[in-house]
Nanobody, 126 residues
Framework: QVRLAESGGRLVRAGDSLKLSCVAS????????MAWWRQVPGKEREFVAA????????DYADSVRGRFTISRDNTKDTLYLQMTNLKPEDTAVFYC???????????????????WGQGTQVTVSA
């Protein structure tokens, strides 16, 4: 049984930093592209960042590029998202997801993800 377990979300102030983690089990973590997504109630799930299986290839949404850093530790089956200079508009539920491929894409769609975590809430106050 595949499980993606996110953690690290909490209430922070604008300008703060926060690091999310996602521990994977039941899948070949080290061979898959992994991604972070986020969703605000009433809106579609939004791509945040993705990382290829080697950790050398990364992609970011324009809204987070330069502030967020995605990384992975294949020895621990763990995905990370380091977030800095957080803004109130970053408030969302953040989801970890496993892609169906191991490389990068020209664009990312929720339909490309085959496994999802339950999400962790990040709230940024002004």
């Amino acid at each position: 049984q595949v499980r993606l377990a996110e953690s690290g979300g909490r209430l922070v102030r604008a300008g703060d930093s926060l690091k999310l983690s996602c521990v994977a089990s039941g899948l070949t973590f080290g061979t898959r592209t992994m991604a972070w997504w986020r969703q605000v109630p009433g809106k579609e799930r939004e791509f945040v960042a993705a990382i290829g299986w080697t950790g050398l290839s990364t992609d970011y949404a324009d809204s987070v590029r330069g502030r967020f850093t995605i990384s992975r530790d294949n020895t621990k089956d763990t995905l990370y998202l380091q977030m800095t200079n957080l803004k109130p508009e970053d408030t969302a539920v953040f989801y970890c997801a496993a892609d169906s491929i191991s490389g990068s894409r020209t664009y990312y769609s929720p339909d490309h993800m085959v496994y999802w975590g339950q999400g962790t809430q990040v709230t940024v106050s002004a």
